[in-house]
């Protein structure tokens, strides 16, 4: 069974920082899949922030995170990451990371397998 579980959220002031984790389970982390990053602030819809792809370890980034945000995986722990800079009071939101095999969907409603998710609030 595929799981995933974040980590990483908290409060942090404008212009910081935070680095969320997702730990992943149930499929071979050097095998060929996606892992999604996708974020829901109160009262909007869900909106793609990036997509890692394993096949080739590129990142799709959304317009909102390009360059402010990076992945980057740990494949020792089944980990991927996603760095958050230059933190604005809009990018509050629930995180969530989700697989998909094998590559990157446009459809974000689409991702295999979700996790739980993980508090982001940035404080003016």
């Known amino acids: 069974e595929v799981e995933l579980v974040e980590s990483g959220g908290g409060l942090v002031k404008e212009g910081g920082s935070l680095r969320l984790s997702c730990t992943v389970s149930?499929?071979?982390?050097?095998?060929?899949?996606?892992i999604g990053w996708v974020r829901q602030a109160p009262g909007k819809a869900r909106e793609a922030v990036a997509c890692?792809?394993?096949?080739?370890?590129?990142?799709r980034y959304g317009y909102a995170a390009k360059g402010r945000f990076t992945t980057s995986r740990a494949n020792a722990k089944n980990t991927v990451y996603l760095q958050m800079n230059n933190l604005q009071v809009e990018d509050t939101a629930v995180y969530y990371c989700?697989?998909?095999?094998?590559?990157?969907?446009?459809?974000?409603?689409?991702?295999?397998?979700w996790g739980r998710g993980t508090q982001v609030t940035v404080a003016s």
């Open positions: 890692f792809s394993s096949s080739d370890g590129s990142t």
């Open positions: 149930g499929f071979t982390f050097s095998s060929t899949y996606a």
């Open positions: 989700a697989a998909n095999f094998p590559y990157c969907n446009s459809d974000i409603l689409k991702y295999h397998t």
